[in-house]
């Protein structure tokens, strides 16, 4: 019967998580999420876009081959960028951010960055994660 239980939370799941995520084509995506890619990110192709419904938030998710994850607001905007270990493009982060990983981690490269609604979480080659304020001011490290 426990494992019945089980099972049934698992379809269940993995419906809910199917109708969340819905895949599109890139063409599909708000002009400024395109614009982005290819400023950003022409290095990389585009392996999956999905129109995501993510903690009741409607936005989208890009992955590229080489693995990196790019989140959007519904507007276009960039939210996150996830290179997994693998640093990441930064001409789009602001520059007191980058002054900062520069100045006190010179040996780093940024991996990640999110934008929340409250502050920017960066994580660092060194697994270092460093916490701003949306502009620019470092909150802490950890």
């Known amino acids: 019967m426990k494992s019945k239980m ?36 022409s290095h990389s192709t585009v392996e999956i876009v999905k129109k995501d419904a993510e903690h009741g938030e409607k936005g989208y998710e890009v992955i590229l081959k080489d693995g990196t994850e790019i989140e959007f607001w519904k507007d276009g905007s960039y939210r996150e960028v996830d290179g997994g270990n693998k640093p990441i493009p930064t001409e789009f982060i602001a520059a007191s951010i980058k002054e900062y990983v520069a100045k006190n981690y010179p040996n780093e490269k940024i991996t990640h960055i999110d934008y929340g609604h409250k502050d920017v979480d960066v994580d ?13 001011k470092i909150i802490k490290g950890k």
Not at 26 to 40: D, R, V
Not at 125 to 135: A, G, M, P, Q, V
């Open 6 to 41: 089980i099972f049934a939370a698992l379809i269940l799941g993995s419906v809910l998580s199917a109708s969340a995520q819905k895949r599109i084509t890139i063409t599909e995506l708000p002009k400024a999420s395109q614009e982005f890619l290819q400023k950003y990110f």
């Open 124 to 136: 660092l080659t060194n697994k270092i994660d460093l916490e701003f304020t949306k502009d620019g």
